[in-house]
T-cell receptor, first 110, second 115 residues
Framework: QKEVEQDPGPLSVPEGAIVSLNCTYS??????FMWYRQYSRKGPELLMY????GNKEDGRFTAQVDKSSKYISLFIRDSQPSDSATYLC??????????FGGGTRVLVKP | DGGITQSPKYLFRKEGQNVTLSCEQN?????MYWYRQDPGQGLRLIYY???????QKGDIAEGYSVSREKKESFPLTVTSAQKNPTAFYLC??????????????FGPGTRLLVL
C-alpha cells in the first residue's frame, strides 16, 4: 500500500465548475499537508499548505484536512482553463521529508 | 529574480554513459533535494543535502551520485549503473531540513531520455 494515494484522473470539468481533489494517507505521523500544482513539463509550485485539521482558504482554493480519517482535499471554485494541470498532494512528517501522491490530472474545458 | 534553475531542459544518454544534471539556487537555502518523477508515481527522493559538503541518500539513490561543494549548487550524476534512467528530474530547495514545516521550492526540471 502506498503511503499517499491519489486518483490519477483525468478529471474533466466545464469552466466555472468546482473541482474537487482528494488524497488519503496511511501514516498518522504526518503533520503537514500540501498541494502543489504542476503544469505539463514544468516543476511543481506550492498552492496550499496546512498544518491542522480543518479548512484553509486562499482565493478560489480551499484545502481541507481531516486527520481522523487521514483524508485531505482541495477545492477549486469557479475553475478556469488555466487551472488545467496536474495537482499533487504531499504530506510531511518530522524532518521535512515530503511524501507525494501520484497526482491528479485536471482538465477545465472552456 | 530569486529561484532555482536546472539545466539542460532535455538530456540524452547513451547506454553506459554517465550524465550530470545541473541545479543552482540563489535563494540562500541550506537544504537541497533531487527527485525523480515517473508517470503516475509522484515524486521520489533520490538524494538530499542539508549543508555544504554533506548529503544523504533518499529512497532511490542506487545508480545516482551527488556533490555539494557550494551552497548554491547541487549537481546530480546519473551513472551507468542506473538501468532505467528515463524520467523527469526535479531539484528543490528549502531554507533548512530538519525543521518541520519548511516549504520546498522546485526548479523547472530536466527530462532525461535514453538513446
Amino acid at each position: 500500500q502506498k503511503e499517499v494515494e491519489q486518483d490519477p484522473g483525468p478529471l474533466s470539468v466545464p469552466e466555472g465548475a468546482i473541482v474537487s481533489l482528494n488524497c488519503t494517507y496511511s501514516n498518522s505521523a504526518f503533520q503537514y499537508f500540501m498541494w502543489y500544482r504542476q503544469y505539463s513539463r514544468k516543476g511543481p509550485e506550492l498552492l496550499m499548505y496546512t498544518y491542522s485539521s480543518g479548512n484553509k482558504e486562499d482565493g478560489r482554493f480551499t484545502a481541507q484536512v481531516d486527520k481522523s480519517s487521514k483524508y485531505i482535499s482541495l477545492f477549486i471554485r469557479d475553475s478556469q482553463p488555466s487551472d488545467s494541470a496536474t495537482y499533487l498532494c504531499a504530506v510531511e512528517a518530522a524532518g521535512n521529508k515530503l511524501t507525494f501522491g501520484g497526482g491528479t490530472r485536471v482538465l477545465v474545458k472552456p | 529574480d530569486g529561484g532555482i534553475t536546472q539545466s539542460p531542459k532535455y538530456l540524452f544518454r547513451k547506454e553506459g554513459q554517465n550524465v550530470t544534471l545541473s541545479c543552482e539556487q540563489n535563494l540562500n537555502h541550506d537544504a537541497m533535494y533531487w527527485y525523480r518523477q515517473d508517470p503516475g508515481q509522484g515524486l521520489r527522493l533520490i538524494y538530499y543535502s542539508q549543508i555544504v559538503n554533506d548529503f544523504q541518500k533518499g529512497d532511490i539513490a542506487e545508480g545516482y551520485s551527488v556533490s555539494r561543494e557550494k551552497k548554491e549548487s547541487f549537481p546530480l550524476t546519473v551513472t551507468s549503473a542506473q538501468k532505467n534512467p528515463t524520467a523527469f528530474y526535479l531539484c528543490a530547495s528549502s531554507i533548512a531540513r530538519g525543521l518541520a514545516g519548511e516549504t520546498q521550492y522546485f526548479g523547472p526540471g530536466t527530462r532525461l531520455l535514453v538513446l
